[in-house]
């Protein structure tokens, strides 16, 4: 069996931001989702975050991005 890392509250608070854009690495981002799946408080904020979250995406996905940014942005993903 895995040894998994109980996050306290605070711990996956300072989280969640990195969690939502995915930036963690996976014990962590297991560590945040268990914290999440049995702490109600912690849900509650979350779903907060992340709805704020996807409502700045989409304003940001209604500004124009030149083309040649979004080429530029895709190879250096394809790079790393
Ligand atoms: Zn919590």
Do not use: N, W
């Not at 991005?65 to 190879?75: A, C, G, H």
């Amino acid at each position: 069996m895995k040894p998994v890392t109980r996050f306290t509250c605070e711990e996956a608070f300072r989280r969640l931001d990195d969690y939502l854009d995915r930036e963690l690495s996976d014990v962590e981002m297991a560590s945040v989702r268990e914290h999440l799946e049995t702490c109600a408080a912690c849900t509650r904020e979350f779903t907060y975050e992340a709805s704020v979250l996807t409502e700045m995406r989409r304003k940001v996905r209604r500004v124009d991005v030149p083309p040649d940014l979004i080429e530029r942005i895709t190879r250096q993903l394809g790079e790393s």
